[in-house]
């Protein structure tokens, strides 16, 4: 049964920003945008900020002032077929398969090791995220060899720091707010319940306003 939990759009359109990464300055990203007061979505809108520029990616040769694109799309669009794009010029959209390849994954990830634009990064996590997902036999085959395991944890390090951080704040938060309950269900008065937070969680007077 086809997995219909992986988050294909976010990854749809970091991927995008990718492929227009040298005319991003040229350009309006506008996610999910609402095409009228009804419920009709597009994945992403692409707006020339100056209608004479000339994009360089020749999927964006083709765009005009406003642009809607879409993930398997119904509207009369250009159509983009990712397995037909060429590996060299569009490694980023290529990886939005569920038939990747060893050989793509190594790919991707020689250009991941070649961005060094923070937001282009944060980009590429984003399109390895699902790509792994959709493709979890090819990435356990190669986490089997080391230097593949080591790139992969390379790439995904920060993601699983970032995740780890958060799920640690939020412990913390909720033991600040369990902390204040049981202060307050003792009778303690609001100014010496700050103190005690204060002294034993290193919060300051406008952050301890979140949880009383």
Not at 41 to 62: A, W
Not at 84 to 99: A, Q, T, Y
Not at 105 to 125: G, H, M, P, T, Y
Not at 183 to 204: C, F, P, R
Request: cysteine-free; proline content about 2%.
């Amino acid at each position: 049964m086809k997995d219909t939990k992986i988050q294909w759009h976010p990854a749809f359109v970091a991927a995008m920003g990718l492929e227009l990464k040298q005319n991003r300055n040229d350009l309006i990203f506008e996610k999910e945008y609402n095409l009228n007061t009804k419920p009709l979505e597009i994945d992403l809108l692409v707006i020339k900020k100056e209608s004479s520029v000339q994009l360089t990616n020749e999927i964006g040769k083709f765009f005009k002032g406003h642009n809607i694109v879409e993930y398997k799309s119904l509207f009369p669009t250009q159509i983009i077929v990712t397995r037909e794009l060429g590996k060299s010029n569009h490694v980023w959209l290529r990886f939005l398969s569920e038939r990747l390849k060893k050989q793509d994954v190594i790919e991707f990830l020689e250009n991941v090791r070649q961005l060094s634009d923070k937001e282009d990064q944060e980009l590429a996590d984003s399109v390895l995220e699902v790509g792994m997902e959709a493709n979890k036999q090819i990435i356990e085959e190669l986490m089997g060899d080391e230097n593949m395991y080591e790139a992969l944890m390379e790439m995904m390090e920060p993601r699983i720091q970032q995740r780890e951080k958060a799920k640690i704040e939020a412990e913390r938060k909720r033991g600040i707010r369990l902390a204040v309950k049981s202060l307050q269900d003792l009778g303690t008065g609001t100014v010496d319940i700050k103190k005690v937070i204060i002294k034993n969680y290193g919060l300051s007077e406008e952050e301890i306003e979140e949880f009383l």
